[in-house]
């Protein structure tokens, strides 16, 4: 009895018309034209990865504030101001605030592999 002949059991499932597209589109990345193959295979082989990352959200407010930082300071500059150490304290805190919640992020996503 060849492969196809054991699968005896049925799967269905409906999509829309946008849902339908990108499955297209995926089995083209991967080369299967068969979508139950594809299917079979996703199903089978793959994995739901659901990550909540609270300090993904950290390090875009802190990108957000240290953004506006120095764009303050370039322009003050280009305006034949000057700036105040206590500003360039601030954005070297901050970095290293984002530099922290990055290696979080990292060490968040490492642990995934294993």
Not at 2 to 10: A, D, F, L
Not at 60 to 69: D, E, K, P, V, W
Not at 70 to 95: F, P
């Amino acid at each position: 009895m060849n492969e196809k002949q054991k699968r005896t059991i049925h799967y269905s499932f409906k999509a829309t018309p946008k849902e339908d597209e990108i499955i297209q589109k995926k089995m083209e990345l991967v080369g299967i034209k068969n979508q139950s193959a594809f299917i079979r295979r996703i199903v089978l082989g793959g994995f739901i990865l659901c990550l909540d990352l609270p300090e993904l959200k950290n390090a875009t407010r802190l990108m957000g504030i240290l953004s506006n930082n120095v764009n303050q300071i370039a322009r003050r500059l280009h305006e034949g101001g000057s700036i105040y150490e206590t500003e360039v304290d601030d954005i070297v805190e901050r970095q290293k605030q984002l530099q922290d919640t990055l290696d979080k992020i990292l060490t968040s996503l490492d642990r995934i592999r294993r």
